[in-house]
């Protein structure tokens, strides 16, 4: 839960709603499965050689998706550490900021390139969150839950 809390948009109770809703990220093979598993992958209609692709499917757990989306908002603005979060920032290993830190960049930059497309905007937070949620998955990855 601490490691969340280094990405933007995520702080105590968010990362917590996420971990309380999802568990552990180990369970999930890659964060493609995850992202399918909260319902942030796009919607499809397929017959023969005809693919059509619709909006996000909306299964899993919402409560963790609305979350996603509401910390996907944050992308919004340039990369920045704020100070807050730099304290959270600095008691996480090295693995844990630098995916944190690659996250911000790709995701700030994705957000205005999205926009400066013409996408609706809570299409575009969409996409962020379901991005967002590859870097969470990679996160849990690096960092093992401690089991009291």
Same mark, same amino acid.
């Given at each position: 839960?601490?490691?969340?809390? %280094?990405?933007?948009? #995520?702080?105590?109770? %968010? ?5 309380? *809703? ?11 499965? #995850?992202?399918?598993? #909260?319902?942030?992958?796009? %919607?499809e209609q397929s017959s023969g050689e005809r693919i ?23 992308? /919004? ?17 090295? *693995?844990?900021?630098?995916? *944190? ?8 930059? /994705? ?10 905007p809570t299409v575009v937070v969409a996409a962020i ?20």
């Open positions: 839960m601490e490691a969340l809390r %280094s990405l933007r948009g #995520l702080d105590f109770i %968010s990362s917590a709603t996420f971990v309380a *809703a999802i568990g552990d990220l180990a369970r999930f093979e890659s964060a493609r499965h #995850l992202m399918a598993y #909260l319902g942030l992958v796009p %919607s059509r692709r619709g909006g996000i499917t909306k299964t899993g757990n919402t409560e963790a998706r609305r979350m996603l989306i509401e910390a996907a908002w944050r992308y /919004r603005y340039p990369p920045r550490v704020a100070k807050e979060k730099a304290e959270v920032i600095v008691r996480l290993p090295k *693995a844990v900021r630098d995916i *944190a830190w690659k996250a911000q960049l790709r995701l700030c930059k /994705r957000y205005r390139t999205l926009s400066a497309a013409g996408k609706k969150a379901r991005e967002l949620c590859g870097f969470i998955w990679a996160i849990g990855r690096e960092v093992k839950p401690v089991t009291t």
